[in-house]
Nanobody, 124 residues
Framework: QVQLVESGGGLVQAGGSLRLSCAASGRTFSSNAMGWFRQAPGKEREFVAT????????HYADSVKGRFTISRDNAKSTVYLQMNSLKPEDTAIYYC?????????????????WGQGTQVTVSS
């Protein structure tokens, strides 16, 4: 089992920045690829970013590429999502997810564990 707890969400003006954190406990964190997904009201959950077990491989949704950065600290069992140049369309609940696999995936159904989510609201 893996428990995931997100933090760092909040209200920010357009153009601002936030850093989300996801602290993992339970199973060995360093053997899990990790991902961030988001869900806006009335929309399906969508992929945001993913990172491999050692941080060597990352992938981003086109909508966030160049603005968001995913990273991880295996010593702290934590994955981060640095979000810069935020836009109102980034408003959503952001979820952290873990795979029982070393390598990345953009598909939500390939993740085994999920956090409870953290709200990000970007005002115009």
């Amino acid at each position: 089992q893996v428990q995931l707890v997100e933090s760092g969400g909040g209200l920010v003006q357009a153009g601002g920045s936030l850093r989300l954190s996801c602290a993992a406990s339970g199973r060995t964190f360093s053997s899990n690829a990790m991902g961030w997904f988001r869900q806006a009201p009335g929309k399906e959950r969508e992929f945001v970013a993913t990172i491999s077990w050692n941080g060597g491989i990352t992938h981003y949704a086109d909508s966030v590429k160049g603005r968001f950065t995913i990273s991880r600290d295996n010593a702290k069992s934590t994955v981060y999502l640095q979000m810069n140049s935020l836009k109102p369309e980034d408003t959503a609940i952001y979820y952290c997810a873990a795979r029982i696999d070393l390598w990345t995936s953009v598909n939500h159904y390939q993740y085994n564990y999920w956090g409870q989510g953290t709200q990000v609201t970007v005002s115009s």
